[in-house]
């Protein structure tokens, strides 16, 4: 996780989440280092959908688009942060209905994913383990590719991921 909280403090975000279970104090102590809101989760076990919507439950008013990154995966590059918030950028319209997606050389669409504020509501509504897969999926005419010069990073979902990672010098 401290990855992705290094590389989101140097971006130009206002607003930062971070998810976190509410049975991990070391987590949330750790992300008083950053310039972020932890949101302790009580339900972790509901899956991603639900830590999503929790997020987004708290984003202001004044929100414009929601940029979501996987804290298990580390290798995430800032260049392909800033490649999608600058796509935002440049096309932002208000009650723009947009996805912009990160597509990786390798061809994966992937994470770092920002859903413009039209999104909000069907986030705030996500249950169980897959994510926003099928809000994308339900609007694929609406995605901007964003498309990265690196291969889509692995997910480190477990202990020999990470030792892995730590082999390859990740």
Known sequence: MEHILIKTAALPLEG?????PQSNPKLKQLTLHYP????????PHLGIGNSIALAIQTL??????????????????TEDLNHVLNNFQRSYEPKQTLIFQTKYKDGQMGHPT???????QQLSELKG?????????RNQR????????????PD???????????????
């Open 16 to 20: 930062i989440r971070v998810v976190l």
């Open 36 to 43: 972020c809101q932890p949101i302790e989760n009580p339900t």
């Open 60 to 77: 202001p008013l004044s929100a414009k688009a929601a940029l979501i990154l996987l804290a298990d995966q580390p290798q995430i590059h």
């Open 114 to 120: 920002l859903f413009s504020r039209s999104y909000f």
């Open 129 to 137: 383990d897959v994510g926003a897969k099928n809000i994308i999926q």
């Open 142 to 153: 609406y995605i901007i590719p964003c498309e990265s010069r690196f291969e889509s990073p």
């Open 156 to 170: 480190i979902d477990t202990p020999d991921d990470y030792r892995r990672l730590l082999r390859e010098g990740g």
